[in-house]
């Protein structure tokens, strides 16, 4: 377990600033809760980033008059990755020395930013994730395996003190800005919402950063939003925000994989659930 007095220590002898990345929209009392957990918590040498895709219910001035919060309007075609990448590119500029991509619909105490740092410090060329309290158990990530990249969601387990896992999503990952600097942003392009943390960690990975979860390092996930019944079927396969969004499929595949090819002939597995993910839109369509 973490010692909170060696962290404090520690982090008094090498003060790191951090950015905290937030995308948001229209979800302003979400959105505020988590600032202030942040701006309530106990470690100071912060800059939070509000990466706001055009909200129209007051979110662009939250917190305005507070040196250490930064509201950047993204524009309303910024999804998760556009609205992340706009707050990366901010941060950069800043001379940060760690960068913590979170969403805002997450909750944590008052310890995390300092937990985060402290293991930044001891590790600091990983992507650090922490555990995840969900509804199925305290979640620690996701390892693919052998030829064929099976997917094995991994758990806490008692004694474990950190696991190296290949993808965790993206609602809190401290990343280094070496990391963006050698690997590049997350892909707006091809995976504008959803499995661009997934694809961002699997190419980083290729370049020698590993993504390591903590199960001493904690957040709890509210509830989670249900995609396949937000969408219509005729829109799915190009809506932005849909979970089966061709070119996200495509670019997730070939990193994973290491190329189309490969991904065509070996992914049986991501075909067989991409086929699952359009019969689910269908049957959530017909029993509206």
């Known amino acids: 377990m973490l010692n909170i007095t060696n962290i404090n220590n520690n982090l008094q002898k090498k003060i790191l600033k951090v950015a905290i990345i937030i995308p948001t929209y229209n979800r302003i009392n979400i959105t505020k809760k988590c600032i202030q957990s ?160 997934f694809e961002f960690q699997i190419r980083a990975a290729k370049l020698g950063y590993k993504t390591y979860a903590f199960p001493d390092i904690e957040i709890f996930q509210q509830s989670a939003t249900d995609y396949y019944r937000k969408i219509s079927f005729f829109s799915a396969f190009t809506f932005k925000g849909s979970p089966i969004l061709f070119s996200q499929y495509i670019a997730f595949g070939k990193q994973l994989f290491g190329g189309l090819i490969n991904f065509i002939f070996l992914g049986i597995i991501y075909h067989m659930s991409y086929v699952y993910g359009i019969i689910k839109i269908i049957s959530k369509n017909l029993n509206r």
């Open 38 to 197: 942040i701006l309530n918590g106990n470690y100071e040498d912060i800059l939070i980033v509000i990466c706001d895709s055009n909200s129209s219910d007051g979110t662009n001035q939250l917190f305005h008059d507070d040196p250490r919060v930064s509201i950047l309007n993204v524009g309303s075609e910024s999804w998760w990755s556009g609205a992340v990448n706009r707050g990366i590119i901010y941060a950069l500029r800043k001379n940060i020395d760690c960068i913590v991509i979170m969403n805002d619909d997450i909750d944590f105490d008052c310890q995390l930013i300092c937990k985060l740092v402290e293991t930044h410090i001891h590790c600091p060329s990983i992507i650090i994730s922490p555990s995840q309290h969900t509804q199925d158990g305290i979640f620690l990530g996701t390892i693919y395996t052998k030829i064929f990249k099976k997917r094995i969601n991994v758990w806490k387990q008692s004694n474990i003190k950190k696991v190296e896992i290949h993808t965790s999503n993206g609602c809190c990952l401290l990343i280094p800005p070496s990391v963006f600097k050698n690997v590049g942003l997350f892909d707006e392009i091809n995976c504008p919402h959803l499995a661009g943390d």
